[in-house]
């Protein structure tokens, strides 16, 4: 063996090792491209699906919070139409007269006094409903003590038993509407 082909064998020994290492190199390089490749479709499947999970979340929000608002309108447009039906409502016994008014006052006259056993008793009306309290007061025994704020009817109170009867327009509507609200409601929104 001569030198040079001592020289050649390492030479082609080196080449082979070379070679070798080139292709393991490589082939790591591959393994970490393809790890790394996948490692970024992952994430990328990953924020996809975070991305539309976000996406549902913010439409459901958006969707409920669009429900409560038209709930809201609709429950605030039922009170304002419920509060204009109670101003036409308290208008129309504001603007009673003759013997309407009479007969109703009348009634809640009776009705007020029932709770006074024989008992001296004073009477509280409307400004514009002195004259009739004074005349349905004139056979019984009652006195037209003066005016209170009300669309009609009577208060009246005994000082012997310390006992006061609200019979005015206003006390009754009260009781009344209370009572019937859900009624009135569902006829007026077909619920």
């Avoid at 063996?1 to 030479?11: A, F, H, P, Q, S």
């Avoid at 090792?17 to 082939?27: L, N, P, T, V, W």
Wanted: proline share 0%; net charge negative.
């Amino acid at each position: 063996m001569t030198l040079d082909t001592v020289v050649e064998d390492i030479r082609d020994e080196a080449r082979a090792r070379a070679e070798d290492i080139r292709e393991d190199a490589e082939a790591e390089a591959d393994e970490i491209i393809e790890a790394a490749e996948a490692d970024a479709e992952r994430i990328r499947e990953e924020r996809l699906d975070e991305a539309e999970r976000t996406i549902e979340q913010e439409r459901e929000q958006e969707l409920s919070s669009a429900k409560l608002e038209a709930k809201q309108e609709r429950l605030a447009a039922r009170r304002d139409v419920l509060s204009d039906v109670r101003d036409r409502v308290e208008e129309e016994l504001a603007d009673l007269d003759g013997d309407r008014r009479r007969e109703l006052t009348e009634t809640l006259l009776e009705g007020a006094l029932a709770d006074f056993e024989d008992e001296s008793v004073e009477v509280y009306g409307s400004a514009d409903d002195q004259e009739l309290l004074a005349d349905l007061c004139a056979d019984r025994d009652a006195t037209v003590a003066g005016e209170i704020d009300c669309l009609g009817g009577v208060v009246v109170e005994s000082d012997t038993s310390r006992v006061r009867v609200n019979n005015t327009f206003d006390s009754v509507l009260e009781e009344v509407w209370d009572d019937e609200l859900k009624q009135l409601s569902e006829r007026l929104f077909d619920q």
